[in-house]
């Protein structure tokens, strides 16, 4: 019986329709959802034109995504809603490599290359050298590691962002061998303005707040019978690492990306000179429990 | 300096950032809405499948809206959230006509009809005359007042959702003279349910809800010098009173559709016979303060 509905007993009359509801789960998230909607709701007061804004929104932020750009995803980083979402979900107290946002320009299929391939298809940007190793918590290294690797270009831009460069630009697939090192040739990426355009750009801008990522090589590392991590590797010294647009940074994260002018290094490495060095390991932690696929399965 | 976001931080974290917005109502309800978006998912721990679930939900909400359709208006009105908006937007201790939900299927610019005539454009359904007055709180009728009604067929359905109708049908606007009086002819509107192919009626089905609405005719009503309502005529007796999809009803906002077999009657008000009467007279409260445009203004 809602025959009237008011602010004392929305709250309520909305949750007890859902009594047929089958779903345990479902009626658990209904019952936080209504109820802190609608408190939120009580607090601010919203004017009908200010309501009708919000729903605009919302309408506008669904019908700028498509096949490349996911504009609520968007919307979730940049409130700390993902990284929120992730930290819940990487609940632990150990030694592995923190995870961080898988952002929304991860790629399935990336090309599988060898160790010390190139991941840059147009050559453009200062020569880096990425490597390091896969490891269990005992420092042991994992054979057969899958590293899934993606980073902007030279100027801040994802190959799906730009007609200018070749399709699957900087990005790669690699497997370890038994001594669980990785290593490739790319180039250093940049720091960039996360897509500004559209509705999240708008709230940025009235808020205040930039909308630029400090730069970062992108990786999932998997490996069979370990949790796999999606995280970053960011570049020590970037202007934005205190301020993230959407909050991914992690201080463990963070590594130097040593400038080297050594032509016969170089020459050795198979780089033009001067050229960049970045080392990280990542840390996997053996999957005792089921664990939930990697947010990139959904993409 | 957010290098260590975490569950602990992350409200704080988000909300520093906004050091650098200026609008002050803004800031306001940005703490209320991250404040209260992230205790929720701190409350439900949504799995990455759960969080992207979401995303995708939002994301479909956003694309299946066009010119004549509005799914997130929907959403919020299954929510309860556009009759909450609507009840703080109209605490007021006076006899004034209750207000109720806009809904998604007003159309501006409905024909301009003189008093008596009929919005049936195909005269399909049971006649009915529906009549009333406007009035003042102290009871005394307001000349000029604007009537904008529309309502459904008689098997349920607007004319914007339904190809079989003329555009325009069950749709008028009238304007009240000295006596304050409306009177209108028209089809006695049935029960039906909201649009049920898209994100909200999955979601009424995966709650073990209904998508019906009870059978009503909306009324917009405003004048010179008045706060204008935005409301609906229920027909009593419906099934779906008690249960009312989008929360939309009140008792205050139920009357009889009196049926009546009299051919003589019939025939003095141009109608088929047998035929149906509802009377309801609307009371507006003098607009002491500047207020807000009605929802109408942005649909």
């Given at each position: 019986?809602?025959r009237?509905?008011?602010?004392?007993?929305s709250?309520?009359?909305?949750?007890?329709?859902?009594?047929?509801?089958?779903?345990?789960?479902?009626?658990?998230i209904?019952?936080?959802?209504?109820?802190?909607?609608?408190?939120?709701?009580?607090?601010?007061?919203?004017?009908?034109?200010?309501?009708?804004?919000?729903?605009?929104?919302?309408?506008?932020?669904?019908?700028?995504?498509d096949?490349?750009?996911?504009e609520?995803?968007l919307?979730?980083?940049?409130?700390?809603?993902s990284?929120?979402?992730?930290?819940?979900?990487?609940?632990?107290?150990?030694?592995?490599?923190?995870?961080?946002?898988?952002?929304?320009?991860?790629?399935?299929?990336?090309?599988?290359?060898?160790m010390?391939?190139?991941?840059?298809?147009?050559?453009?940007g200062?020569?880096?050298?990425?490597?390091?190793?896969?490891?269990n918590?005992?420092?042991?290294?994992?054979?057969?590691?899958?590293?899934?690797?993606?980073?902007?270009?030279?100027?801040?831009?994802?190959?799906v962002?730009?007609?200018r460069?070749?399709?699957?630009?900087?990005?790669?697939?690699?497997?370890?061998?038994?001594?669980?090192?990785?290593f490739?040739?790319?180039?250093?990426?940049?720091?960039?303005?996360?897509p500004?355009?559209?509705?999240?750009?708008?709230?940025?801008?009235?808020?205040?707040?930039?909308?630029?990522?400090?730069a970062h090589v992108?990786?999932?590392?998997?490996?069979?019978?370990?949790q796999?991590?999606?995280?970053h590797?960011f570049?020590?010294g970037d202007?934005?690492?205190?301020?993230?647009?959407?909050?991914?940074?992690?201080?463990?994260?963070?590594?130097?990306?040593?400038?080297?002018?050594?032509?016969?290094?170089a020459?050795?490495?198979?780089?033009?000179?001067?050229?960049f060095?970045?080392?990280?390991?990542?840390v996997?932690?053996q999957?005792?429990?089921?664990?939930?696929?990697?947010?990139?399965?959904?993409?």
């Open positions: 019986m809602t009237d509905f008011n602010e004392l007993t709250t309520a009359a909305v949750l007890e329709r859902n009594v047929n509801c089958r779903d345990v789960r479902l009626r658990e209904m019952i936080s959802l209504v109820t802190h909607l609608h408190a939120m709701i009580k607090e601010v007061e919203p004017t009908f034109e200010e309501w009708a804004f919000a729903i605009d929104f919302l309408t506008r932020t669904g019908q700028i995504c096949d490349k750009r996911q609520f995803i919307l979730s980083d940049t409130l700390g809603v990284m929120l979402v992730d930290a819940i979900n990487h609940r632990r107290n150990s030694a592995a490599t923190e995870s961080t946002v898988l952002g929304p320009f991860h790629v399935s299929g990336a090309p599988h290359l060898q010390g391939d190139s991941i840059t298809r147009d050559g453009k200062e020569p880096l050298y990425m490597s390091g190793r896969v490891l918590e005992s420092g042991a290294p994992i054979a057969g590691a899958l590293l899934d690797v993606w980073q902007t270009s030279w100027d801040g831009f994802y190959d962002q730009d007609d460069q070749p399709e699957m630009n900087l990005r790669g697939q690699f497997v370890t061998g038994n001594d669980g090192r990785y490739f040739r790319s180039v250093k990426p940049a720091s960039y303005p996360i500004s355009d559209g509705t999240v750009g708008t709230m940025l801008t009235a808020l205040g707040r930039h909308p630029m990522r400090p992108h990786f999932i590392v998997s490996a069979p019978g370990y796999s991590v999606t995280t590797v570049v020590d202007p934005y690492l205190d301020s993230d647009a959407v909050f991914g940074v992690k201080e463990s994260l963070i590594v130097p990306f040593v400038r080297h002018d050594d032509s016969a290094a020459e050795r490495l198979g780089l033009g000179n001067p050229f060095t970045a080392e990280y390991d990542f996997l932690v999957a005792t429990v089921p664990q939930p696929a990697p947010f990139a399965a959904k993409a």
